[in-house]
């Protein structure tokens, strides 16, 4: 019964490739973050969607796209990869947005482009 | 634009001791506060957090203080135990609707040694 869920944990592709990654949340949650943890583990906000409508789009190249088929969900499709995508992407999730409350992480999915 | 100072970087202490870690943020306009642990390989995940009509705020071993004229907050960890050894991050947020976003600081790596 894990609150925030993503998959693949670990992914690995060639530069040029597309690839995705899915997030789900059973949390009962309006809001779900798209996170990009670098190698200097520094965190850093991508995208937030609230209840399926994109509010924050952090200035991310227009190779990600993130899609929020309903409230539960949210996954990121990232074309013509790059090295510099190479990160660990966090999704999270919190209650309702603008209430400022804890926010839910996943467990992360470590992608290697190599 | 928005920004989040977090110092030290690294912290190591010998168990029993205080743990100390200092953010300052520029956006004048942010009013959550929270801190989250990340172990090794693992998601992060929320301490404590402080709202800004508060300034201090206590659990158990850990205490969060904030200063807003200053724009300063802390987070204070007394007798500190190996496992609290993982990667401590500070965050401020405004807590709108439209800029529901976590700005974390660069990490504080802390070590405990027994």
């Known amino acids: 019964d894990t609150a925030v869920s993503q998959t693949p944990k670990y992914l690995v592709t060639q530069m040029g490739n597309d690839k995705s990654i899915k997030c789900e949340q059973n949390l009962g949650h309006d809001t779900m973050y798209w996170y990009k943890q670098d190698s200097k583990k520094f965190l850093k906000i991508m995208f937030s969607y609230n209840n399926k409508e994109l509010i924050i789009n952090e200035t991310v190249p227009n190779r990600f796209s993130p899609k929020s088929p309903d409230k539960a969900h949210l996954n990121l499709h990232i074309n013509s990869l790059e090295l510099g995508d190479s990160a660990v992407y966090f999704c999270?999730?919190?209650?309702?947005?603008?209430?400022?409350?804890?926010?839910?992480f996943g467990q992360g999915t470590r992608l290697t482009v190599v | 634009g928005e920004n989040v100072e977090q110092h030290p970087s690294t912290l190591s202490v010998q168990e029993g001791d205080s743990a100390v870690i200092k953010c300052t943020y520029s956006?004048?306009?942010?009013?959550?506060f929270p801190w989250y642990k990340q172990e090794l390989g693992k998601r992060p995940q929320l301490i404590i957090d402080?709202?800004?009509?508060?300034g201090e705020k206590k659990d158990q071993r850990i205490a969060v203080t904030l200063n807003k004229t200053a724009k300063h907050f802390s987070l204070h960890i007394t007798e500190t135990q190996p496992e609290d050894s993982a990667v401590y991050f500070c965050a401020a947020s405004r807590g709108t609707y439209n800029t529901d976003k976590l700005i974390f600081g660069t990490g504080t790596r802390l070590q405990v040694f027994p």
């Open positions: 999270a999730s919190s209650r309702k947005a603008g209430m400022n409350t804890e926010a839910f």
């Open positions: 956006d004048s306009a942010s009013n959550y």
């Open positions: 402080i709202r800004s009509n508060v």
